[in-house]
């Protein structure tokens, strides 16, 4: 970070601490369903946290067949599909690819944080994309009106004002413009970026947006960073760019090996 000109920084997951606003997410989405249904979606959630589930961080939800696919970010193959009881299934008419930009977040859904798994189980039981999108901007509305839901990460803004002193600092993030700057506010930190890229649409548009600051600053890639919480939106496609990432996840494994990249659970100082 001190050596790069450039810092491309994730918003949500990123510039804030903080994992409840996911339960709250799915307390949102589970008023959705009947009491038995409620239990099952709970159960299912719980599972995934412990890692009992094949949805996990880092796989693909194919929302055509409900089934979750293992996905290799480099070389963009399909590898192996299990259904929702763990099993590898055997599906025929599936591509042996499938390329970032082809996400559709709705056929084909990365499962890049901590946002999907809740996306993916409510696709399984039925609930409908306008009904969860609602229930995700209910979520990050809430995470600003409600106490506990949206923790400053202790020490970052006098850190980012440290970064400021010769970089650029850039927010690129799939929330929109308005919701962005909003959360930048609250958290006291949007005087200390230079740029705000809002519905960005990663990971399919990544290396888009990246490949514009690179050439709007006049940067080399190996002279920018990327940093963000989830792996396929912010690191993968800033590595297929030559760039460097962190990856802020509590994951003890990186999941491709590479030396152009590494793992922190917070930004804290």
């Given amino acids: ?19 409840e606003h996911f339960n709250l997410h799915v307390d949102n989405l589970k008023q959705h369903l009947n009491d ?30 409900d089934i979750v696919w293992t996905w290799d970010p480099f070389t963009e193959e399909l590898t ?11 599906v025929q008419d599936a591509p042996k690819t499938i390329a970032a930009h082809e996400f559709d977040f709705k056929n084909w859904v990365p499962i ?4 999907w798994p809740p996306y993916a189980i409510a696709r399984h039981f ?13 979520t ?13 990460t ?8 440290e970064l400021q002193q010769g970089r650029r600092l850039i927010v690129c993030t799939n929330s929109d413009e ?7 506010k609250f958290l006291d930190i949007d005087e200390h970026f230079e740029e705000l890229i809002p519905s960005a649409m990663k990971p399919v548009h990544t290396k888009k947006h990246f490949s514009y600051v690179l050439e709007k600053y006049h940067v080399k890639p190996e002279q920018a960073v990327s940093v963000g919480d989830n792996f396929m939106n912010e690191v993968a496609p800033a590595l297929q760019l030559g760039m460097r990432a962190v990856w802020l996840t509590d994951a003890k494994e990186k999941p491709v090996e590479h030396n152009q990249y590494v793992l922190t659970d917070t930004l804290a100082q």
């Fill in 1 to 19: 970070m001190d050596q790069a000109d450039v810092i491309i920084f994730d918003l949500d997951g990123t510039l804030y601490e903080g994992t």
């Fill in 36 to 65: 038995e249904k409620k239990e099952k979606f709970q159960s299912i959630y719980d599972q995934i946290l412990k890692g009992d589930h094949p949805v996990q961080i880092g796989k693909i939800y194919d929302g055509k067949r």
């Fill in 80 to 90: 192996e599909a299990h259904n929702w009881e763990g099993e590898v299934v055997n």
């Fill in 112 to 115: 890049g944080d901590g946002w």
């Fill in 126 to 138: 039925g609930i409908g994309t306008d009904v969860i999108q609602a229930s995700y901007n209910r």
């Fill in 140 to 152: 990050k509305e809430q995470m600003a009106e409600l106490d506990g839901y949206l923790k400053q």
């Fill in 154 to 161: 202790p020490g970052l803004k006098g850190y980012l004002k």
């Fill in 178 to 184: 308005v919701d962005a700057k909003r959360l930048l």
